[in-house]
């Protein structure tokens, strides 16, 4: 995946062909990530395991304003991960996310590991739980887009820096969860206030449970992302912010009157 044909433009390099998922991203000619993606699923309590083994590419989307692929794996008969990585065309952010489906669980603990690039360094805000990946002359904001924005609001999950790369954990005390990850590298971008959250699913003007659809929403200044994404199969429209669907994923923007502006839109298998 890449913006343009020139040295510095963004690039997301991403390799699925052994039982690791490697990746790398550089955002205007700058190294960010590097290495396997690694993952810890506990499911109800039990063994930690390493999901790896045969990935196969389920979407491709490429157009002028993004590329999109998602990676799937069968971990058990009734577990999957589907992975998500977007690369933005104009833009100069990235989105990465793992959904964990597991239709007999109880409780999910799920743990995504990103790789940091050799020379990069990551440090964390105080008061939010953003984090900030420099690297000699660029700076990428990262966003738990799935962990509350404000650390004083208390939660299961966490994020930080360990031994080299990036460690998103979350927990689901259901069947499902959605472990979303965007990186912001937009020179103007930089310093303007970021907030981000969780958002409340609808279906016939019913709330959805967290098993079934997520979804989030990140701003920063007039900069305005929308991420949703189906965990269980319906045959209605469902609705968050105000935006109505039947796909199983929509990542979009928000445009000056408010309306969304679709990236990429999946449709049900």
Known sequence: MQA????QADRLTVAYHSSDVEIELSGRGASLLTGAVE?????DGG??????????????YSDGDCDYLELQLAVTNSVRIDRQLLLARR??????ADAIVAT?????????????????AMRFDASTREGRLRTPGRAARVFPLGLPQDRVLGTSGSFVDRDGRLVLTQIAARTAACVPIMLDWHPR????????????VSENCHMVGSDRAAGFRLRMGAFQLLVYRSLAPTE???????YHTRYETVIGMFDA????????MVEVD
């Open 4 to 7: 343009g044909p020139e040295r």
């Open 39 to 43: 993952s810890e699923l506990v499911i």
């Open 47 to 60: 063994t930690p395991q390493r999901p790896c083994g045969d990935w196969q590419a389920v979407v491709w």
């Open 91 to 96: 833009g100069h952010f990235a989105f990465i």
């Open 104 to 120: 007999q669980a109880a409780r999910i603990e799920y743990q995504m590991r990103l790789p940091v690039a050799v020379g990069a």
């Open 189 to 200: 971008r930089q310093r303007l206030p970021a907030e981000w959250r969780s958002l409340t």
């Open 236 to 242: 209605e429209a469902r609705a968050v912010l105000g």
């Open 257 to 264: 009157t408010g309306e969304v502006e679709p990236l990429v």
